[in-house]
């Protein structure tokens, strides 16, 4: 009863969660998929909801569009279905959007946060074209209403049209797209243009360069979609492997988020870059970079929720990356560093006591691979720790690059005016496929030594030194200080462990006591074995062979079979670790077998315990053949030790004993 109490109860927990799971839903729905230039539309985000109230609505626009919103309003449905009501609780948030150029754009996804997460939808495309002299449906008819929609609610009262006379400010990145050409086709990028489609309906087109590049030279990886109108992107999208490379992600091109009408042949497709990195290779070989791919819906069936979709997969591209050459290589070079940099330096302060110490930062900038370390100039009496590092890397004009400092921190441990000396940065250019060194001079130091008296300039004297007395005078307490004349050296006194047997004596009572308790650890060891030898299974099974062997020559034959069966059990306990007694003759076939005991061992063992008992109830009468039953105890005591020595010769069951 307990039992299926809590099953119900967690039953109805797990309902509760899915039902407060699924009452918070998103839809966005766009108003047309084609408009004209300078035509209004709207998006319309609606997000049911049960006790968690949603805010923040958002939509993404991308840029060459204008527009308001969103305006916000609440909205109540109540459902009677077979006498259960049904209350729904919305929200819906309206964009008014007009496009300021042809093209195809993708718009979204809408989000809006709901229990303390933002709850994402799906993205939805607008198709633009060319506008014509004709009004469409929903357009101004003066300075009056829409036509169609009976309430603006971005202009309630109809007194003005936002759209007729200058756009309003364009929401954040906004930007007017290219005119159309003579064709009707916008200007695009020529970096969009293909030879021929590999597809009909739509394909991926990635593109690296260089693809022979040495260590840690950038390449730029770019990666396009190309779709005939009526199909679009789904959100799908695996990215691809780099293994091997340092990647950067871009996400400051202004062409991933537009998309271009293009003609390829004499059809029409729409186009986009939507992924774009720059990729630095860490090893040597021919690394790969690997497919991306990309779920692409019919735009017929994307409002529904229900799209047909099919995946594409752009090529894979294989990368040479060799070492930068030898030929002219400083001996301080690091592999990897490739780009083009500058280095500058500097050191605060310029006046200190020894002892104390400076502060070094050292700043590397320029495009490319930023190295990860700058050897400090070697000398004596300077300790330089290991510095902290900061950087700001960012994209310049296509390339990455930026600057990173090292702060060093400089210990001065000698007095005078020390030259630092300068920071040399070797890197390779992959501009003129040669190295270059970068320098940046530290300067000089002014480091004062400290005495007694004071601190005094580097160079002076000071007092002067007063000569120690003879070695062997007591008044010696400074044996450091340097002897002004020659005499004999004193003798030292000795010592009880100056003496060569000393340690050898000391050691000896340990090495005594260790070697003690280690005899006697071993002796135990070895009586313990002899004890466990003769109370082991096969010592047992020795001895009952002994006994069973004796009673046969005595003619007892109830004695040896007991032995007999004794051995059985001892063999199976052994062998397959089953208490076999407490087991019926009809079910230990099984039993063994199960334990994995070789079949014809266990039937022969079974048929055994068998023949003892029918030795054991088997009476001499006065017309019984003493001679034959003799014989039958003597093939039985045989046929015992065959299959018992058998067993115990075979592998044995590791896991506990069962019954």
């Not at 709850?119 to 469409?136: C, H, I, K, N, Y």
């Not at 101004?140 to 007729?164: A, E, K, M, V």
């Not at 991926?204 to 770019?222: F, H, M, S, W, Y």
Request: aromatic share 6%.
């Amino acid at each position: 009863m307990k039992r299926s109490l809590a099953v119900v109860t967690a039953a109805i927990a797990v309902s509760l969660t899915c039902l407060a799971s699924a009452q918070s839903s998103l839809s966005t729905q766009l108003s047309a998929t084609t408009v004209q230039v300078g035509q209004r539309f709207s998006i319309q985000v609606t997000c049911n909801y049960g006790d968690e109230t949603p805010s923040d609505p958002r939509l993404p626009v991308p840029q060459g569009f204008e527009g308001q919103g969103p305006s916000i309003s609440n909205q109540q449905s109540i459902s009677i279905v077979n006498g259960h009501m049904e209350r729904k609780t919305g929200l819906v948030a309206t964009w008014i959007l007009a496009a300021t150029a042809v093209g195809r754009y993708r718009i979204g996804p809408a989000s809006i946060v709901i229990g303390g997460k933002r709850l994402v939808d799906r993205a939805v495309e607008v198709e633009v074209v060319a506008a014509t002299s004709r009004p469409q449906a929903g357009a101004q008819t003066g300075r009056g209403r829409r036509l169609g929609i009976p309430f603006d609610p971005f202009d309630p009262f109809g007194g003005s049209d936002p759209f007729s006379g200058p756009m309003f400010p364009p929401m954040p990145g906004m930007r007017i797209l290219p005119s159309p050409g003579d064709d009707g086709i916008p200007t695009y990028p020529p970096e969009l243009d293909v030879a021929k489609a590999r597809d009909q309906l739509a394909f991926l087109d990635a593109r690296a360069t260089p693809k022979r590049v040495v260590i840690g030279e950038q390449i730029r990886l770019n990666v396009y979609a190309y779709n005939k109108p009526g199909m679009s992107e789904a959100v799908n999208l695996t990215e691809p492997s780099l293994d091997g490379f340092l990647s950067f992600r871009s996400d400051h091109d202004d062409m991933l988020t537009r998309a271009f009408a293009i003609r390829i042949g004499d059809e029409r497709w729409m186009a986009r870059k939507f992924l774009s990195y720059a990729l630095f290779p860490t090893k040597t070989g021919t690394l790969t970079i690997g497919p991306t791919v990309m779920t692409f819906a019919t735009q017929s069936r994307l409002l529904s929720g229900n799209a047909d979709t099919a995946d594409r997969k752009s090529a894979p591209i294989a990368i040479v990356v060799e070492e930068p050459p030898l030929s002219g290589r400083p001996s301080f070079y690091h592999l990897g560093d490739v780009g083009q940099f500058k280095l500058t330096a500097s050191v605060e302060p310029r006046k200190i006591n020894v002892g104390e110490a400076v502060s070094v930062q050292v700043d590397v900038s320029g495009t490319g691979q930023l190295p990860q370390r700058v050897d400090p100039p070697e000398q004596t009496g300077l300790d330089w720790l290991e510095p902290s590092v900061s950087q700001q890397v960012g994209e310049q004009q296509d390339k990455v690059g930026g600057a990173r400092q090292f702060a060093f921190v400089v210990r001065m441990n000698r007095a005078g005016l020390i030259d630092l000396g300068e920071f040399r940065f070797a890197y390779f250019d992959p501009g003129s496929r040669k190295y270059e060194v970068a320098r940046a001079k530290l300067g000089i130091v002014e480091v004062t030594a400290v005495t007694a008296a004071g601190p005094q300039p580097s160079g002076s004297t000071g007092a002067p030194m007063q000569a120690p007395t003879s070695p062997g005078s007591p008044d010696n307490a400074n044996p450091l200080q340097p002897r002004m004349k020659l005499t004999e050296v004193p003798v030292a006194p000795r010592h009880l462990a100056d003496s060569a047997n000393f340690f050898q004596l000391l050691l000896a009572g340990p090495l005594s006591v260790g070697l003690y308790f280690g005899l006697k650890a071993a002796g135990g060891k070895v009586q313990k074995r002899r004890r466990f030898a003769a109370s082991s299974a096969k010592s047992q099974i020795n001895a009952e062979f002994a006994a069973a062997t004796k009673a046969l020559g005595a003619s007892d034959y109830g004695t040896m079979t007991s032995s007999i069966e004794r051995t059985v059990h001892l063999a199976i306990e052994d062998r397959a670790r089953l208490r076999s007694r407490g087991i019926l003759r009809s079910e230990l076939l099984g039993r063994l077998t199960a334990a994995q005991m070789d079949a014809s061992i266990a039937a022969s063992l079974v048929e055994i315990l068998e023949r003892c008992d029918e030795q054991r109830f088997l009476s001499i009468g006065a017309n019984t053949n003493a001679k034959a039953e003799t014989d039958t105890a003597v093939a039985l005591l045989s046929d015992a030790k065959k299959w018992v020595l058998a067993t115990l010769d075979g592998p044995r069951k590791k896991t506990g004993f069962s019954s």
